[in-house]
């Protein structure tokens, strides 16, 4: 599998997309004229640039209003082909896209533009030259790669082929299916993109909205796989456009971009079984079984704040580190470890961000193939120096320097407890069993790159994004959870600093876990347990209650209940939800309290905004600026 990537989809310059594209790992780059026209070396020298970073140019693009005009209109656009010709030449390349006109004075007439594309195809064999037709979806006469074909093959030249376009037949919903029967070696180039299912003009959607296969909702998988089995072998490129990567990290962008293509190219192999094009083959998608610990780095008294509130939450010093300055806290399957070392992953996650979750575990089958997996995908592989004793528990760094550890059963991981810690008591007993979800808080242009690290590394989806009103701002939110509902994420992406969300991002310098959810059976019963240790909720004002009582029709009782225990409540079709909040500590770190009835589905959402204005006034009293 040859990857390549169009130099339009990520920021930059040219000489830094060439450098973040290379180090991403992808083989080749579809060259966009504006890209070197803005450079000032010379195409011969540019082209030289590019190998030297070990790529290829996979195509020159792009070519516009070639096909279908009448004299003396055509015999310009043959002239200016020429001329592309000689750069082509002069950069190294042999493949020019040319896309289906929009010129006003396009005849149109499959015969005319396949006569029009034999004539060039003469000219580029001269030279040695491809030329590759692609149907725009908004193309005038011809926005179908079904016509686009129909013109390639009545052009019966050896030297014209076909170039599909992910977008342009899914944005346009062409059954993909559509593209088996063409002959694979008269695809000369395949370009991808996903896009978000917006209603919209299509040139709009297409020159804006693009994103990386699996980012967005179109079944870019369905269109490879149609690709593949039709008997395709030329590269596989990124074609994106899109407002948010032109701004973005450039190799944060690069890194997505071959990771999505990876993702996809390993579905396609799966699903197609005469198709190979990732060899050695991955580790499927990995199911994770649940969240394992969560350990937060933490000092002095912000540690004894965060311990004293673990035991009003019911969960139970149950070990110490036989090595290191590190506690372990359990409560059901729950297990909150509290790392005060200097030194090592969590002393440094400390300096950078202060007291904070530094490393997360999953429960998985194989700890050994997330790994693998992992670093098929681009992920950097973790390990620091073992004390004695100490088990080797993979791990990887996620995005923005976060670690997930790994552990399994089948390899012994799972003893790394009674091994690496002094046990000192059993685990608390208040009720709260598991963790049910976790939220992590990014900054809204990372929220793509999250999902599809999610998306790509485990069995996970992910749901729309919805917007949380934050009584300064706008925070949206998307859920990544597992097939089974092991493993739920809520992704909370911050525009702005004045939300809760953005100035926890502020102060923790990057994405990180804002809060954990922990699951009980019975909420009322947990909070009296909790209630005698001396946990306060968070206050929620009986304004929430007397808007409840209208909206739900639920008994007296119940609300009462809830307004003395300050839990706030939700349902749907499934069934319905309660929860509760412990107050923010440290940075803002927040435990949520959840009961989860069967059926429901969701995290309480529209309560968020009644969540965060109470956790902004109890900021507020408490004298902190931001929350
Ligand atoms: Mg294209
Ligand atoms: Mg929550």
């Not at 060259?31 to 026209?37: K, P």
């Not at 593949?228 to 997505?256: C, H, K, V, W």
């Amino acid at each position: 599998m040859q990857t390549s990537i169009a130099t339009v989809s990520i920021s930059g310059t040219l000489r830094e997309k060439l450098m973040a594209i290379a180090t991403a790992g992808f083989d080749g780059i579809e060259i966009f004229e504006q890209d070197f026209i803005a450079d000032q070396a010379s195409p011969r020298a540019i082209g030289e640039m590019i190998r030297d970073h070990g790529l290829n140019i996979t195509l020159f693009q792009p070519f516009r209003d070639f096909e279908g005009l009448p004299e003396p209109y055509r015999a310009k656009a043959f002239d200016r082909a020429e001329r592309k010709f000689d750069v082509m030449q002069e950069l190294g390349t042999d493949l020019i896209l040319i896309c289906s006109s929009l010129h006003p004075k396009s005849l149109g007439g499959i015969d005319r533009a396949a006569d029009d594309f034999h004539a060039l195809g003469e000219r580029a064999a001269k030279r040695g030259l491809r030329v590759g037709y692609e149907a725009l979806c908004w193309g005038q006469h011809v926005n179908d790669h079904r016509d686009a074909w129909e013109v390639v093959r009545r052009a019966d030249h050896p030297n014209v082929g076909l170039i599909l376009d992910s977008f342009h037949t899914l944005a346009r919903k062409i059954d993909p299916q559509t593209i088996r029967s063409i002959p694979g070696d008269r695809i000369f180039f395949v370009q991808l993109a996903d896009a978000p299912l917006i209603e919209m003009d299509l040139l709009y959607w297409s020159r804006h909205f693009r994103n990386m296969p699996g980012e967005g909702d179109l079944d870019v998988t369905g269109f490879m796989r149609a690709v593949m089995a039709a008997g395709y072998t030329g590269p596989i490129s990124l074609e994106i456009f899109n407002d948010q990567f032109r701004g973005g990290n450039t190799l944060a962008l690069a890194r997505d971009g071959h990771r999505s293509l990876v993702a996809l190219m390993d579905d396609v192999q799966r699903h197609e079984p005469d198709v190979e094009t990732v060899a050695p083959p991955l580790p499927a998608r990995i199911k994770p079984k649940g969240v394992s610990f969560a350990e937060f780095t933490s000092r002095g008294g912000e540690a004894q704040a965060l311990e004293t509130q673990l035991a009003t939450l019911g969960f139970v010093r149950v070990g110490t580190h036989r090595n290191k300055q590190v506690a372990l806290w359990q409560q059901g399957d729950i297990r909150i470890v509290v790392n005060q070392e200097t030194v090592g992953h969590a002393g440094a996650v400390w300096n950078a961000r202060g007291t904070s979750v530094c490393d997360l575990g999953l429960q998985v089958e194989d700890a050994q193939a997330v790994v693998t997996r992992a670093e098929a995908l681009g992920a950097e592989p973790f390990a620091q120096p073992l004390g004695p004793g100490e088990l080797l528990i993979p791990a990887i760094r996620g995005l923005s320097g976060s670690l997930l550890h790994f552990i399994d059963a089948a390899s012994g991981l799972d003893q790394v407890w009674q091994r690496e810690f002094h046990t000192t008591a059993a685990p608390g007993e208040a009720g709260l069993t598991h963790v049910d979800h976790l939220a992590q808080t990014m900054s809204y242009e990372d929220m793509l790159s999250w999902t599809l690290f999610y998306t790509s590394l485990f069995d996970m989806q992910k749901s729309p994004i919805v917007d949380v009103i934050d009584p300064d701002g706008l925070v949206r939110s998307q859920v990544v959870q597992s097939s089974d509902g092991a493993l739920k994420v809520t992704l909370n992406g911050a525009d702005t600093h004045r939300t809760l969300a953005g100035s926890f991002l502020a102060d923790t310098f990057g994405a990180s876990v804002q809060h954990l959810a922990l699951a009980t059976d019975d909420i009322f019963a947990t909070l009296n347990v909790l209630g005698e240790r001396g946990f306060v909720p968070l206050k929620i004002p009986s304004n929430y209650y007397d808007d409840l009582a209208a909206r739900f029709d639920l008994p007296a009782g119940l609300l009462t209940r809830m307004k003395a225990s300050h839990v706030l409540y939700d349902q749907d079709e499934g069934g319905d939800f309660f929860q509760c909040y412990a107050p923010a500590i440290a940075n803002g770190f927040f435990f949520e309290l959840v009961q989860r009835n069967t059926g429901y589905i969701g995290f309480g959402g529209p309560n968020a905004p009644f969540r965060i204005a109470a956790q902004k006034r109890m900021g507020r009293a408490k004298g902190l600026p931001m929350i």
